[in-house]
């Protein structure tokens, strides 16, 4: 389906890429900080 | 002795030391002239970029200059423990609070208004159109940056960095009362054929309120211990 | 198990599930094509993000109110995953303003309120590092966290008004029902999972905290007035 806006979904797939791998390496961080 | 006192006190102080230390506010002058013609020379030679944003360009130095300002503002009180001994007195914290910012929001105000008649010159922009609304606007503007500004120099006046620290933190907070002031200025020196004037004073106003009491009351519990 | 690898699990799967249906199942959005898909990370991060200064916002109070490790170490955690939170945000947003808008910066009032909200928070993180007394440190940090949390709402009202002098602010638009239930269910999620991680960087913050505690039982060497603060 074709929105107004076009080549939208390689800037969400990017969104979402970045965003998760955020989380699952703040959530590594903080584990690997709280070894030490 | 009574709060009022106190606070007048605390005030006459701190005027005093400002006073005796005239060289470092002439100083700060200098520093405020140098960053107008600095601006001038960054946006080049276009006398009507200039002339649209000359109050932007006296705010952005008054801000810059507010930093050296509050930096050392708490700079005797710390150096050979005044501040213990101002504090065992027993002094009022809201009257050591409130002397200060206000001492702080004359020399601001003091400073924004001697920069004016320079940038009328340097920028070829008449400051006149409505001399009384600016004043005002001027101290609303000032005391937009005192309140926290005076909070934040007692916060980092210990620490090592307070240079760095101080504009770090204070910045962000006074975005509110800079964007305003740099509008309702505009405003009162190009005219303002929407009457928006009283909605970005209202702002102001709103900030000042908040920050003049929340100050006072977060310097309190700051010093107690 | 602690509770916040419970919290955690469940909602990072919760989310999952949501962003997957977006992103696969749901329509795409009418006025704005596939970008309309980034709602359902974009408002969910926002709520994490917002809520995570709320939560900083309250252990300051904490701090101010009772003292003790537990409340700066809510502050610590908090502070720091909602900047996190807010980076991410405003990455988000200038993803989303490049192909709707075809700039990678719109003034937008909330974007903007972010942006600055993370220069504020982050400056009471590296007060935190600066200052080395603990007691001074944890009141400072309130201090500064409430001073900068009660400004949310001004820079917010202010950056509002300085827009709408130049350009209308368009909004985001209405929502479709197909649309309502990932979008609702991944702010749930995302809720969950901001817990979780306060909840952790607050483990770790009270670990440092009293492992602090305990060293400072070290005689001090005397230090003269005008020098304190410094290590």
Not at chain 3, 124 to 150: D, Y
Request: with cysteine; net charge neutral; aromatic share 10%.
């Amino acid at each position: 389906m074709n929105g107004v806006v076009e080549g939208g979904w390689g800037y969400v797939i990017a969104a979402y890429a970045l965003s998760w791998g955020t989380w699952v390496a703040y959530l590594l961080l903080l584990k690997v900080r709280s070894r030490s | 002795m009574s709060a009022w006192s106190q606070l007048l006190g605390c005030l006459y102080k701190d005027l005093l030391i400002g006073w005796r230390g005239r060289a470092r506010l002439i100083g700060l002058g200098a520093y405020a002239l140098v960053l107008l013609l600095l601006f001038a020379f960054a946006i080049g030679a276009d006398p009507v970029a200039l002339r649209e944003h000359a109050p932007a360009y006296v705010w952005l130095a008054v801000l810059s200059a507010s930093t050296l300002l509050l930096v050392q503002s708490f700079q005797q009180e710390v150096e050979g423990g005044a501040l213990e001994g101002l504090l065992l007195l027993p002094t009022d914290p809201f009257a050591l609070y409130y002397g200060k910012a206000i001492a702080n929001l004359l020399i601001l105000t003091l400073l924004t208004l001697l920069s004016f008649p320079i940038a009328a010159i340097l920028y070829d922009v008449s400051l006149l159109g409505a001399p009384l609304a600016l004043t005002g606007v001027v101290v609303l503007g000032c005391a937009g940056l005192a309140a926290p500004g005076t909070l934040y120099a007692a916060l980092t006046a210990r620490t090592q960095a307070q240079q760095l620290l101080l504009p770090v933190l204070l910045f962000p907070l006074v975005v509110p009362p800079m964007l305003a002031v740099v509008r309702a200025t505009s405003l009162c020196v190009a005219g303002d054929p929407m009457g928006q004037l009283s909605s970005w004073v209202g702002l102001l106003g709103v900030f000042d309120i908040l920050y003049w009491s929340l100050g006072g009351y977060l310097f309190a519990r700051l010093v107690e211990e | 198990m602690k509770w916040e690898a419970i919290a955690g699990g469940l909602g990072f799967a919760v989310v999952g599930v949501a962003h997957a249906f977006g992103l696969f199942v749901a329509p795409s959005e009418a006025a704005m094509g596939e970008t309309g898909r980034m709602l359902y990370l974009h408002v969910p991060t926002a709520w994490a993000g917002m809520g995570s200064f709320l939560v900083a916002f309250v252990g300051a109070i904490g701090v101010l109110w009772t003292g003790g490790k537990r409340w700066d170490a809510l502050v610590e955690s908090a502070v720091e995953v909602g900047i996190v939170m807010s980076v991410l945000l405003t990455v988000q947003g200038s993803l989303w303003a490049r192909p709707t808008w075809g700039t990678w910066w719109t003034w937008d009032p909330r974007l903007t309120t972010t942006a600055v909200m993370v220069v504020a928070f982050a400056g009471v993180l590296v007060l935190r590092h600066l200052v080395h007394r603990p007691e001074r440190r944890a009141m400072a940090s309130a201090v500064a966290t409430i001073a900068s949390f009660a400004d949310v709402p001004v820079v917010y009202l202010s950056v509002k008004w300085w827009r709408s002098l130049h350009q209308p602010i368009s909004n985001a638009g209405t929502v479709d029902t197909l649309m309502l239930v990932p979008f609702l269910v991944a702010c749930f999620g995302m809720l969950f999972v901001c817990a979780a991680l306060i909840g952790s960087r607050w483990r770790l913050a009270m670990s440092r905290l009293e492992r602090e505690d305990r060293a400072s039982d070290l005689p001090d060497r005397p230090v003269p007035l005008s020098l304190e603060g410094r290590p």
